[in-house]
Structure formats: C-alpha cells, structure tokens
C-alpha cells in the first residue's frame, strides 16, 4: 500500500492509531460513563478462532436447531426432501438464507382454544420467531448447477418458482421445552410471505406514476417482497423488514428504457443483461417489459406477525435504497426517529422522523407513513448533522430532475448526494443502545475508497476490515435528543488485526494496548449488531473469511474499562456468515442466523464442502437458525 504523509486525514488517522496502540485517550469515549467492566458482564470463557465445517460455543453453553431451510411450518408437513421440492411445498416451509430475527412474545395466559393471542412483551418462553429470508443459490439448493455463476444465469421455471418462495419471511411460533427450543407446528400464527404475497404501497410516494405497472395501474397494490435483509421492530407489536439487493432480481439492459432518468435509477441498483434470470419467466422482473416494477422495492416492509390476515405495507416515507434496516427509538411524548444504513460502497446513513409523536396508549400505526427522512453528514471535527430530503429543499428541485416527494424518496441515493451527505463505508446495521441512548453504525468494509476520499469517519483507504461509529445525539445518557438535527459522533473501534504492521491496517479497540486483545478478539467485516439487557454489544461479522477464520459473533462492553474490547462468543462453520442477532426478553436465549453454509470455493448440491447442521448424505447444507443458551440457565453472556 503507497503512503500519502502529506494527506491530513491519513495523518490524524495514523496519530490516532498510535494512541490507541500505547492506550492513550485514542478512540473516543463521549458516550461512556465509566462505571461498568466488561469482566463483570461478560464472564463467558473466550472461543478461538477456528474454520472448518461445525459451529462453535464457549463452554457451558448449548445450542438448538431450531429452523432450517425446508423444514415444514404447519401440522401436516412432511420430511423435507429437496430433491422432491415444489414451489407449492416450498410455500409452507422455512425459507432459505435466513438473516434477520425477531421474538415476538405471546401472552402466556391465553390458551390457544381461546383463538389468537396478543403480544406479551416479557414472555421469554414462548412468541413469534420472525425471520427474514435474504436471497437464494440455486447451486446449493438444487441438484445439477457446476456453480454460482452458471446456476443464477440459467435456472429453469420450476426452480425459479422454487426460489421465489423460499424468499420473503417467515412466521413461526416457538416454545421453550424442558429439552429445548421446538417449533409449535400446529399454530395459526404461522405464515410465509413471499415474492408472491400481495401487499401495500403507502406514504408520499404512493400512487406515484413511477410505482405503476401494467398489472397495477394504482401503483399502490405491488406483489412480493425480496432481499430482505435486516429489520426492525416496533413498540406497536410490528415488524420492519428490509429489501436490499434487490436489483439482482432484475435483468434487462438499462440502455433500453425509453426514459433516460429511469434507465440512470436502475444502472444505481446493479440491474443488466448478465443478472438472474427471473426476468426469462416472470415478466416483471425485465426492465425492457416492466420499467417500473423495480421501483417498487427497495423499501422498508411493515409486518404485523400477530394478524395472519393482515396486508404488509411498503413505507416509502423512509425512504428507497439498499436497505440493510431500519431501527426504531421510540420515546413516550415524542416523534419516532429511525435510523437505518444503505449496504453498498459509498452511500449513506439515513434518520427517519415522524410526523406525529408516539403514545403508548395510541394506534401508532401511521407514525412511519408520514414524516422527514434525513441524510447523515459526518463532520471533520467530530460534529454532525442530519440533512433533510425533502422536495424542494436546497438542490432538491426541477432543475436537478426532482418534480415531487415522491421522486426524492424514490431516488434517495441521489438526493442525498447532492445535498452532501458523506459517503460511508457500507453502513449496514445501525441501532440504539437501550442503555447509554447513544447510536451505532456499524461499517462493513470499502475497498473502492481511494486516498483521496478519506475522511475523519472513514479514515482507512481501501478498507477491507471495516469499523463502528458510535452517534451521540445531545443531551445525557438516558435522555438524548434524538429528534434534534445535530449530534456528535465517534469511532467506537476499528476491525481488523491489532498487531498488523501497517498502522492504516491496524485494528483498534477501546483504550488498551495491542497486547491487551486476545488473539481471538479481533475481528472483521462487522455487520448486524444487538444489545443485551447490560448494554453490551454484540457483533455479528460478514467476511472473516478473508482473514483466515470464521465469521461469528463478538461480545463486548460500550462502557467503562472494558470498552470495545471484543470477546469471542460464536463462530460459524465454514462459508457462512451469522444475522440476526436476537435475545429473549430475560435474556437467557440468544437466536443467531446462520445464513449460506458451505457458500465457499467449488462447493455445490452434489459436492458440498460440508453438510452443516445435519451432516446426512441425503441433505445439503441449510442455512439454519441456532437458539443458544446457558446450560445452567442463566443470561447469555454473563
């Protein structure tokens, strides 16, 4: 790597480094109050780091196999059989590539012949294990594909099908046993919701003419949902999934779009001639037939989990792009803000405010159709501020190609450029810790920055082990402003090796020195992130891989001496990676995703690098969710 000593940016980046290195005040600590120790929260025995064909777990601790890829969600479903798979079938079993979870609990005094329960918010026992379902691979789902590339160019109808009902979401009751995690089969609550699911379109851009297809005229009635990525969960009892690849879907060339604003929107989403081709199929998925239809994704999904009937709703008041999530603080008196990261290289991070303030004894439900979505300015100094993207505002006009809200909202990757958003480093996660108020980004890798784009917020170029960002809104611990459009903001680490040899490749973590990280405690790539009931951190990666060990989850505290010093909880065997990270109310459980296993070189259905969690000849490799806990029952972690 060339050095640039004359780059200010990589100057007070390599100085800031160096602190850290000798435990100086290097990584900053705004958010932390200095009264907790990571020893006392995080007790757990310390896992290396490994990579081969099995998931791992600190001693004294468990884990079930709760859901895998095919496993049947209703009473009358049989063993799965994948080389028997039908797209019928595949509609009534767990989907494939599991990420985001959410435990929706259940009222424990309801019985189930008193028909459907409502939520209960501290059940630990029993609820709604709702589980996004992010993309497919034919070549490890179906028989007779050589790889990757060969089997999403040319899948048949049938496995098409297939595909598309294994996307989506899953709904499904769980129940604590006196031997474990298990599905509750027979419940009326369980529900797929798929690339076929009829659904909503509300707030601005609803009715939109650029929402409009030949087979919905309204642009309010879209069919489906599709790369959904991470999420969030409401204080009204609902869910928030993500659609974030979703170009992927899409083929056609852009060139051949009558509209040239059009065709400029899905060469930003990735969408060409050489994508999957759903398009050959299913119409709507070529641009060339349906221009329109890829406008209809790329937004945050509400589910309500606790009506089987109800209709999802696509809320295009947050916003189109890449979402990773959308993440909710809601505060009694006050507006909801929600913060959320756009998963590619160079975009942005996003804050969300409602128009209307939250209740808890209200119907909160249009509380995210109608409000402000911000962009994140992240200043050299340290400051920040969140630019709103509305119509009209500033170069948000007709001379700029912007005729109406809906066409901010629509191309928000565009609006927030010119207003002078920063570009980050794929932000994907970004949630409030419920202990310290403060906010986290967590920035995923960008090995497309260049010496000359560095900036305070993203200091490496070429960054391949990613970081965190630690938001500060004004105000104290516990009573953060997160309404006002001004905040101050921090890195909270920096992944990567802390003993590499390159200072701008050098990992940093809390204030201790290098030789206070175990070797096991470094980490890359962080992506989805969850809080237990301490304010711990937990860190789930994507792309360890690339440093010689598994991806996994890292456990660490935001506060006191033990500050962004990770420790090592889990690991995942062999080409996956690990989503979702969800605790139970008590915190005694924690559920963890692990998406694509045996994803790694040359491995396919017929020659699979490994067969995790069933290791049977007869199955392939299924992405699965894990439920993990104390053997002696007690908090996860502690």
Known sequence: MSKNPRNPVRRHFIKTLGLAAGGGAALLTACSSGHRSAEKNLGFAEIPHRLDARHHLPKDYTADILLRWGDPIDAGGDTFK???????????????????????????????????????????????????????????????????????????????????????????????????????????????????????????????????????????????????????KTPWGTLLIAEEGFGDAFQGNPDKVADPAEARNHRDFGIGPDNRNWGDHH????????????????????????????????????????????????????????????????????????????????????????????????????????????????????????????????????????????????????????VNDCTYVMLTKNKRRGEDGLNASNPRPRNSAGHVLEIVPPGTQGNRDHTSDTFRWNLFLLGGNPQAEDPAERGAYGQQSAGDISPDGWFANPDNVAFDQRGNMWIATDGCEDFGFHDGLWAMATEGEGRAIPKHFFGCPLGAEVCGPEFTPDGTTLFVAVQHPADSRDSTFDEPAHRWPDNDPELPPRPSVVAIRRRDGGPVGS
């Open 82 to 232: 994948p080389a028997a798979l039908t797209p019928a079938e595949q509609q009534r079993r767990f989907g494939y590539n599991n990420d985001f979870i959410a435990f929706m609990p259940l009222d424990s005094n309801v019985g189930p012949a008193e028909g459907l329960r409502h939520s209960c918010s501290h059940n630990s026992r029993s609820g709604l294990l709702c589980v996004n379902h992010e993309y497919t691979l034919p070549h490890l789902m179906f028989p007779g594909y050589a790889d990757k590339r060969s089997a999403g160019r040319k899948v048949s109808a049938e496995h098409v099908a297939i595909e598309m009902a294994a996307c989506g979401h899953s709904i499904v009751e769980v129940k604590k046993t006196d031997e474990g995690w298990r599905p509750v089969l027979e419940s009326a609550y369980n529900r797929r919701i798929t690339v076929t699911t009829p659904m909503e379109i509300v707030g601005p851009a609803a009715g939109d003419p650029r929402l409009r297809t030949s087979a919905d005229p309204s642009g309010r009635r879209p069919v489906g949902t599709i790369a959904n990525c991470a999420g969030g």
């Open 283 to 434: 119409s709507r998925f070529d641009i060339e037939r349906e221009p329109n239809e890829p406008n209809r994704f790329g937004w945050m999904v509400e589910i309500d989990p606790y009506d089987p009937t109800s209709t999802p709703r696509k809320l295009t008041a947050l916003g189109r792009f890449e979402h990773e999530g959308f993440t909710l603080v809601a505060k009694p008196g006050q507006l909801i803000a929600a913060y959320g990261g756009d998963d590619d290289e160079h975009q942005f991070v996003y804050r969300f405010l409602s128009s209307g303030r939250y209740e808890t004894q209200a119907d909160n439900r249009q509380l995210l159709s109608e409000g402000t979505l911000y962009a994140g300015r992240f200043d050299q100094d340290g400051s920040g501020r969140w630019l709103p993207l509305v119509f009209g505002l500033g170069p948000l006009t007709a001379d700029n190609g912007f005729h109406s809200q809906a066409d901010v909202l629509i191309d928000a990757r565009r609006a927030a450029t010119l207003l002078g958003a920063t570009p980050m480093d794929r932000p994907e996660d970004v949630q409030t810790n419920p």
